[in-house]
């Protein structure tokens, strides 16, 4: 994988904030994109003024309602009269808006970046779902009349297959996540759990049941990034960006092995590669994986390289992917845990990074040895995703 990537300063995330997550936030987009903004610049100890530029991201316009959304957000982003940019590539927008709010900085061309990304999914109508009738293909999927859940559910029915794993295996991911969310302060969807509850809850499409879908979420998060040179005038514990990744592969899910995701396996190289990673099982301390459904924790650990092919349910269950194990996989608790405004859910990832590598996360804090850490989204139609790759100063 080339990345030849002319990097003329080293970027540092230096402040942090996320609203609550939450099903029917009675606050306006522009207004939850303030309050993830507020805490961020209070996070890094910097007021709007300080602020060059702005990225923002977000996924459908449908969700908010709003067409041209990103124009709509720039007064909560603080990016009125500022150069500002949207970012969507669907699920994987909040960590694809980190990627190019350090690219700004990387280049040289700016020293202090905002980056918020929002969603306010609950108030689509009739159902959110119904924002992604019309993402199809008209000629060769639209006849089928399909859904995301539909789709999902083959992918998931051929991962199973492909490798013989079991549904108890998966729904211990849930379990984890949801228990895990119990010490986020900004959860919706933290409780106990046990495998059989999972395996109890409505079919909706088999082999997906309703316990393995993340659930639908309004909320803000943003990061505020620095250069080398700013960085340390701000504070005396930056958390570096190391590494970045993103791959595209074809729209045409019926030309790929489902089975496995090849466009993480090149994004994760690329943000390998780039922060001099590799041996990711034993130099990452922890991963925040992209976990929309219980199942794609999975599948993408192993896409990251962080599990071989149809292995990585083993390390579930022998609980290595638990806080205290040898390879904690989404602390946090996830999009699972914590809950899922689609563009945000991402951005919350790259988050816990910064908190966990700080020595921040309180009850989530999981032992930091070597330092870097990884945060990745996944996106459109399960054909993009995106890596970022950071380490303790």
Not at 83 to 92: D, Q
Request: include cysteine.
């Amino acid at each position: 994988m080339k990345t030849n990537i002319n990097i003329k300063n080293r970027v540092a995330i230096i402040g942090a904030g996320m609203t609550l997550f939450r099903r029917k936030l009675k606050e306006t987009p522009q207004e939850i994109t303030f309050e993830a903004v507020k805490m961020a610049l209070e996070s890094a100890g910097l007021e709007a003024k300080d602020i060059e530029a702005v990225v923002i991201g977000s996924a459908p316009d449908a969700f908010d309602g709003i067409h041209e959304k990103g124009e709509h957000l720039a007064d909560g982003a603080l990016a009125y009269l500022k150069p500002s940019k949207r970012v969507f590539v669907g699920g994987a927008t909040g960590v694809m808006a980190a990627i190019s709010g350090w690219w700004h900085v990387a280049s040289g061309l700016y020293d202090l970046i905002l980056v918020v990304a929002e969603e306010k999914m609950s108030d689509a109508k009739p159902h959110p779902q119904a924002v992604f009738l019309h993402i199809w293909d008209p000629i060769l999927e639209k006849p089928l009349n399909p859904n995301l859940i539909w789709i999902f559910a083959m992918e998931m029915h051929r991962y199973m297959y492909k490798y013989n794993i079991k549904k108890e295996d998966i729904a211990l991911v849930t379990v984890k996540n949801k228990k895990n969310a119990l010490d986020h302060p900004a959860a919706r969807d933290a409780m106990n759990l046990t495998v059989e509850d999972v395996l109890n809850s409505e079919v909706l499409v088999w082999p997906v049941q309703r316990l393995d879908i993340s659930s639908i979420t309004d909320g803000a998060a943003a990061i505020v990034l620095a250069s080398e040179k700013v960085a340390r005038r701000f504070t005396d514990s930056p958390v570096w960006i190391e590494g970045v990744g993103w791959a595209l592969d074809s729209t045409h899910w019926t030309c790929r092995e489902l089975a496995y995701p090849l466009y993480l396996e090149y994004a994760g190289n690329m943000a390998y590669k780039m922060a001099g990673i590799e041996n990711p099982r034993k130099q990452l301390d922890f991963a925040e994986v992209y976990d929309p459904f219980n199942y794609k924790e999975l599948h993408h650990m192993e896409g990251l390289k962080l599990a071989d092919k149809g292995k990585a349910p083993e390390l579930t269950r022998e609980g290595i992917t638990q806080r205290d194990g040898d390879l904690p996989i989404c602390p946090s608790g996830g999009l699972l845990g914590v809950g899922n405004p689609i563009a945000a859910a991402g951005l919350m990832k790259v988050c816990e990074l910064f908190w966990q590598l700080r020595y921040e996360a309180g009850k989530r804090q999981v032992k930091i040895k070597n330092g870097y850490a990884l945060a990745q989204a996944w996106g459109d139609l399960m054909q993009v995703s995106t890596v970022l790759i950071a380490k303790g100063g």
